[in-house]
């Protein structure tokens, strides 16, 4: 009966390590892109290699500005676009640049140099923000302490794993270029003003995988994430 009971009591164990792990929160790396950029492929490279990490979500937004460089990126949206400039003033900048790696919404680098998004990601922390979980068809956000005039919450349809591009133009002519978690749409689901708060969650399609961010307004910190 003692091997019984310490068995018993390891699985439980176990299945408590497990579900804390699940439940985990997410760091969110997003890196603004674009196939036009011929400094972009380090950051995209050194995206690929955190994208497997525990506990963190790995974006890459790709820009539309350096499209008039003479290739259309094909996964460039003005949406990605506007995402990245609405970052620029908290973070302190001027104006968007590639590459360019945001994590949590609130810490930035350029993100080429080896090992820097890994460092980034050491210094910048979890989202300590409210619970926040995806299932049976819905979002459902905790309770807890929202920004004046509440959080934004967006859904992120993005593709997973590396798809290589051949560019047959521009600055990097003749290259193929690996991208980590293509983010394919960004959406507004709605708002978070610190109630338990539960929204209906659109089916995928195309096989996208499926994030939810709830974010401080005009470019603030990632209060929570959370990814299926």
């Not at 699985?11 to 760091?27: D, E, R, V, Y």
């Not at 945001?102 to 930035?108: I, L, T």
């Not at 080896?114 to 819905?138: D, F, M, R, V, W």
Request: proline share 8%; hydrophobic share 40%; glycine share 14%.
């Amino acid at each position: 009966m003692t091997g019984l009971k310490t068995g018993l009591l390891a699985g439980a164990m176990l299945a408590a390590t497990i579900g804390a792990a699940a439940a985990q929160p997410l760091t969110v790396v997003e890196l603004f892109t674009s196939q036009g950029c011929s400094s972009c492929p380090p950051a995209n490279a050194n995206l690929i290699k955190v994208k497997d990490q525990p506990g963190v979500l790995a974006l890459s937004f790709n820009v539309t500005y350096w499209d008039y460089l003479g290739w259309k990126d094909t996964f460039g949206r003005k949406e990605f676009t506007d995402r990245q400039v609405t970052y620029e003033p908290p973070l302190g900048h001027d104006g968007p640049f590639t590459p360019q790696v945001v994590v949590n919404g609130s810490h930035d680098a350029v993100g080429a140099a080896p090992g820097e998004i890994q460092g980034l990601i050491a210094n910048s922390g979890h989202p300590q923000g409210p619970e926040l979980s995806l299932g049976k068809g819905k979002v459902s956000i905790g309770a807890g302490k929202a920004p004046g005039g509440g959080a934004d919450i967006w859904l992120v349809r993005y593709n997973r794993g590396v798809v290589e591009v051949p560019v047959a133009r521009g600055e990097n002519t003749g290259r193929t270029l690996p991208h980590a978690n293509v983010v394919h749409a960004l959406t507004k689901l709605g708002s978070w003003n610190g109630e338990a708060t539960t929204l209906p969650l659109p089916a995928a399609g195309g096989g996208l995988s499926t994030a939810v961010l709830v974010q401080a307004p005009r470019g603030g910190p990632i209060l929570a994430a959370a990814a299926n």
